[in-house]
């Protein structure tokens, strides 16, 4: 149950948990005195936490009680757009407003007018999805395809192994080969980097995927730097030689999966010169790779969504999940590939969010990845916007489109936030929301294997209210009946599993709600696929995926070519690759109007290779401009070979309002999809970078 907030408390500790969208889930321990956040600790009795926090949640207090956090609703006087004023009103004017709005949309457009646009900035499972869908879904608007960050990957993944479950994180430690494919795990997922540490120390060999020299990288014995959207031909070449040499488990193979001899047909046309020339590497890396993949015992694979952000991203992730089972590495506890862990907690989704609340025929599907080309071209028209856990005009793809959408003067835009966001400079009703350590939620992680409760530590600030109290205020302002919209907090929690599944044996939202955390009911050396008993339709790993074929997409792995690809007519205007991974200090753009962090980080970069610095005469520490057809932003030049050549690497997530030139990284960014999944391709984004003062062409 919840605990009590008493703002006249002593001194005194809550336990909580981090809600930000990082596959670590903190176990927190929230010191706080008379209504005030004094401390924030890792806990020391949670094993993925071990009682450590990154830089970001370690300095939460300054979150929390910022000067800048909105306290009361507000309504916008004059025009859209940065420098936006707003002036206080009531929360019943508030609610009366938009209820009011609503209701005239509906009216003369239709409730698939009306469009949600939400993602993890709060990833607790009551503030990422509970109440906010049952009143969307009740009311009939344009539903959500939540696809901007792991869409695609899940997907293909999904093709594969059958859901989002691999090894648990906690064996790694006895893994003697580790390969960190596509995430920098020093700056996303720190606890597991503690874990290959600790099997480094043991005698593991890490190994570092990535077309980046990141800070990982530079931590493992080897660091192999492909080109980007070249992973999956990567992959192909290492199942060559695999089966060229007979490094194949062919016991397990033979019982635990299907379309192996369509797969070695298909492994046959990526010899290791030709994936060599394709990823810009020299092919004896490859045969260097896949005989050590195939020879150690314990090997694990960890991978992470960066992969997905592609033309082929979908099929990345499913190509290189291919690769325990070809080896047999799911044998071993601290053997196979992780991705993600959610697919271990069995969330009851359906009883938290209600889709039968919605209307038949079913509600218009638009895709979050494309909110600025819907904003101007959607048919019939959005003529309204509600956006929480998210900052689309930052965030979004092509962010000169989104900017575009949101100045709209007859689009009706509702923005709930703990901050005056660049979205919020362009809503209509600006809602203050809670932060976590002032409301309840129950969390699953998608890098380890604990449940966790998080109390609330203190009482709103103002007049703030958390995203489960908004929409029941809402509903009822919208005359809604239906019981469900009565569910409290508790309620939800007590909703958010299906406790009779086996894997929560012994617990239950009582215990959680006291203890704070526990493991799911998985063994300690848990291989889960040893015995093969893949969650897919076969039961086995699928080589060849009749679900892809069903969808005419290929039923077996692939080399699926950046769309902005260096050998496309387009790099010959646009030279350089760019990725934009997140900044040490920043979690996308959550933590990015910080004062400390802003210092830290002191002003957007480009990472530039010598080499290519040299070409453009650039200097180091020279305000740039990185730019393409679709935009362009300023960035300070770092010239290194930490960017390999061709690629240049923009940290991320500037607010706009906080970049010298009042754009980011986004400005350049399609919104093209993946070929799976409907994914976001940040990391497929061809550009040049020049002196300020230079023009391009276009």
């Known amino acids: 149950m919840a605990q009590p907030v008493s703002e006249d408390a002593a001194t005194h500790t809550?336990?909580?948990?981090?809600?930000?969208?990082?596959?670590?889930?903190?176990?927190?321990?929230?010191?706080?005195?008379?209504?005030?956040?004094?401390?924030?600790?890792?806990?020391?009795d949670h094993p993925p936490t071990a009682g450590v926090l990154c830089t970001k949640v370690a300095h939460y207090p300054e979150r929390i009680h910022h000067p800048q956090r909105l306290l009361h609703p507000q309504?916008?006087?004059?025009?859209?757009?940065?420098?936006?004023?707003?002036?206080?009103?009531?929360?019943?004017?508030?609610?009366?407003?938009?209820?009011?709005?609503?209701?005239?949309?509906?009216?003369?457009?239709?409730?698939?007018?009306?469009?949600?646009?939400?993602?993890?900035?709060?990833?607790?499972?009551?503030?990422?999805?509970?109440?906010?869908?049952?009143?969307f879904h009740r009311l009939g608007a344009a539903q959500l395809d939540r696809t901007i960050c792991a869409s695609a990957g899940a997907m293909g993944y999904r093709a594969t192994i059958g859901a989002s479950i691999g090894f648990d994180p906690e064996n790694v430690v006895d893994s003697r080969l580790i390969i960190i494919w596509g995430s920098n795990s020093v700056v996303s997922n720190l606890h597991f980097w503690r874990l290959?540490?600790?099997?480094?120390?043991?005698?593991?060999?890490?190994?570092?995927?990535?077309?980046?020299?990141?800070?990982?990288?530079?931590?493992?014995?080897?660091?192999?730097?492909?080109?980007?959207?070249?992973?999956?031909?990567?992959?192909?070449?290492?199942?060559?030689?695999?089966?060229?040499?007979?490094?194949?488990?062919?016991?397990?193979?033979?019982?635990?999966?299907?379309?192996?001899?369509?797969?070695?047909?298909?492994?046959?046309?990526?010899p290791p010169n030709r994936v060599a020339t394709i990823c810009d590497i020299d092919e004896r890396i490859v045969e260097k790779l896949a005989h050590e993949y195939?020879?150690?015992?314990?090997?694990?694979?960890?991978?992470?969504?960066?992969?997905?952000?592609?033309?082929?991203?979908?099929?990345?992730?499913?190509?290189?999940?291919?690769?325990?089972?070809?080896?047999?590495?799911?044998?071993?506890?601290?053997?196979?590939?992780?991705?993600?862990?959610?697919?271990?907690?069995?969330?009851?989704?359906?009883?938290?969010?209600?889709?039968?609340?919605?209307?038949?025929?079913?509600?218009?599907?638009?895709?979050?990845?494309?909110?600025?080309?819907?904003?101007?071209?959607?048919?019939?028209?959005?003529?309204?916007?509600?956006?929480?856990n998210s900052n689309p005009v930052a965030v979004a793809p092509q962010s000169g489109e989104v900017v575009r959408g949101f100045a709209r003067s007859d689009l009706f835009t509702v923005v709930h936030d703990l901050f005056q966001t660049d979205t919020a400079d362009y809503a209509d009703i600006l809602l203050p929301a809670t932060s976590h350590m002032e409301q309840l939620d129950i969390h699953k992680s998608y890098g380890h294997l604990?449940?966790?409760?998080?109390?609330?530590?203190?009482?709103?600030?103002?007049?703030?209210?958390?995203?489960?109290?908004?929409?029941?205020?809402?509903?009822?302002?919208?005359?809604?009946?239906?019981?469900?919209?009565?569910?409290?907090?508790?309620?939800?929690?007590?909703?958010?599993?299906?406790?009779s599944d086996p894997r929560l044996a012994g617990l239950s939202w009582q215990h959680l709600a006291t203890a704070g955390h526990a493991r799911l009911n998985l063994p300690q050396?848990?291989?889960?696929?040893?015995?093969?008993?893949?969650?897919?339709?076969?039961?086995?790993?699928?080589?060849?995926?009749?679900?892809?074929?069903?969808?005419?997409?290929?039923?077996?792995?692939?080399?699926?070519?950046?769309?902005?690809?260096?050998?496309?007519?387009?790099?010959?205007?646009?030279?350089?690759?760019?990725?934009?991974?997140?900044?040490?200090?920043?979690?996308?753009?959550?933590?990015?109007?910080?004062?400390?962090?802003?210092?830290?980080e002191k002003s957007p970069t480009v990472l530039i290779n010598p080499h290519d610095a040299a070409e453009r005469a650039i200097a180091e520490g020279s305000l740039v401009r990185i730019f393409n057809r679709r935009g362009e932003f300023a960035a300070r030049a770092v010239i290194s070979d930490r960017a390999r050549p061709g690629v240049v690497v923009a940290t991320s997530i500037w607010w706009r309002k906080l970049s010298p030139d009042g754009r980011n990284c986004n400005e350049v960014t399609s919104q093209a999809l993946t070929d799976m999944g409907g994914g976001a391709t940040f990391y497929d984004c061809l550009v040049d970078v020049a002196t300020s003062c230079q023009r391009s062409a276009s």
């Open 14 to 44: 809550v336990r909580g948990a981090c809600p930000h969208d990082c596959p670590d889930t903190c176990a927190l321990e929230v010191t706080v005195s008379r209504g005030r956040v004094l401390k924030v600790a890792g806990a020391a």
């Open 75 to 135: 309504r916008r006087l004059g025009a859209k757009g940065p420098g936006a004023r707003f002036e206080r009103i009531s929360w019943e004017e508030a609610l009366a407003i938009i209820s009011e709005r609503f209701r005239s949309i509906i009216a003369s457009h239709g409730a698939e007018a009306i469009v949600p646009y939400s993602y993890a900035g709060n990833s607790g499972l009551l503030g990422y999805g509970s109440l906010d869908r049952r009143f």
């Open 196 to 270: 290959a540490q600790e099997a480094k120390r043991r005698g593991a060999r890490l190994i570092a995927v990535d077309p980046c020299r990141t800070i990982t990288a530079d931590k493992c014995d080897q660091h192999i730097a492909l080109l980007p959207g070249t992973d999956s031909a990567l992959a192909l070449g290492l199942m060559h030689v695999l089966i060229r040499d007979d490094l194949v488990d062919h016991d397990y193979v033979a019982r635990h999966t299907i379309g192996f001899a369509e797969l070695a047909r298909r492994a046959q046309d990526f």
């Open 294 to 388: 195939g020879s150690a015992r314990p090997t694990a694979i960890r991978t992470n969504y960066g992969i997905n952000r592609t033309a082929g991203g979908g099929m990345a992730l499913r190509t290189i999940a291919c690769l325990p089972a070809l080896t047999g590495a799911w044998r071993d506890p601290a053997g196979g590939i992780l991705l993600s862990t959610s697919g271990n907690y069995p969330v009851n989704t359906a009883a938290l969010e209600r889709p039968d609340l919605m209307p038949q025929p079913l509600p218009r599907v638009l895709n979050m990845s494309t909110v600025g080309h819907d904003l101007l071209q959607a048919q019939p028209p959005i003529r309204a916007i509600f956006v929480y």
């Open 450 to 499: 604990h449940i966790q409760v998080n109390q609330p530590a203190i009482a709103p600030l103002g007049e703030a209210l958390p995203n489960t109290e908004l929409f029941r205020r809402l509903a009822s302002r919208m005359g809604f009946s239906e019981s469900c919209f009565g569910d409290s907090d508790e309620d939800l929690c007590r909703q958010a599993f299906d406790w």
């Open 525 to 600: 050396r848990h291989a889960p696929f040893a015995d093969g008993g893949f969650p897919t339709p076969s039961g086995k790993c699928e080589f060849y995926s009749q679900m892809l074929a069903d969808q005419g997409l290929d039923p077996l792995p692939a080399f699926v070519a950046p769309r902005e690809w260096r050998q496309s007519p387009l790099a010959a205007e646009f030279p350089l690759a760019l990725l934009t991974p997140p900044a040490r200090n920043f979690l996308n753009t959550s933590f990015a109007n910080s004062q400390r962090f802003l210092a830290q």
